[in-house]
Nanobody, 124 residues
């Protein structure tokens, strides 16, 4: 089992940047594929990005490609989401998630462990 704690959310103007962090504790962090998802009020939880165990493979939703970067530091048990050129439509609660799977990784149903979420608000 792994416990996840996100941080780094906040209020930012459109065009600004934020870096989210997610620290894992419990079982060996490098065993887990990691993902970031987001959920706006009244909407479903959507895929944002995912990264494989070594950090050598990443994948992004089309809506964030070229603006967001997912990375991980296995020595610090941490996964990051660098968010640049933020838009008001990026406003949501952002969640990190962990999973032992190998394929896919784009659906929230594939992930077994979740953090509590961190609010990101982008003003226009």
């Amino acid at each position: 089992q792994v416990q996840l704690v996100e941080s780094g959310g906040g209020l930012v103007q459109a065009g600004g940047s934020l870096r989210l962090s997610c620290v894992a504790s419990g079982r060996t962090f490098s065993m887990y594929r990691m993902g970031w998802f987001r959920q706006a009020p009244g909407k479903e939880r959507d895929f944002v990005a995912r990264i494989n165990r070594s950090g050598g493979s990443t994948y992004y939703a089309d809506s964030v490609k070229g603006r967001f970067t997912i990375s991980r530091d296995n020595s610090k048990n941490t996964v990051y989401l660098q968010m640049n050129s933020l838009k008001p439509e990026d406003t949501a609660v952002y969640y990190c998630a962990a999973d032992l799977g190998y394929s896919g990784g784009y659906s929230p149903n594939e992930y077994d462990y979740w953090g509590q979420g961190t609010q990101v608000t982008v003003s226009s």
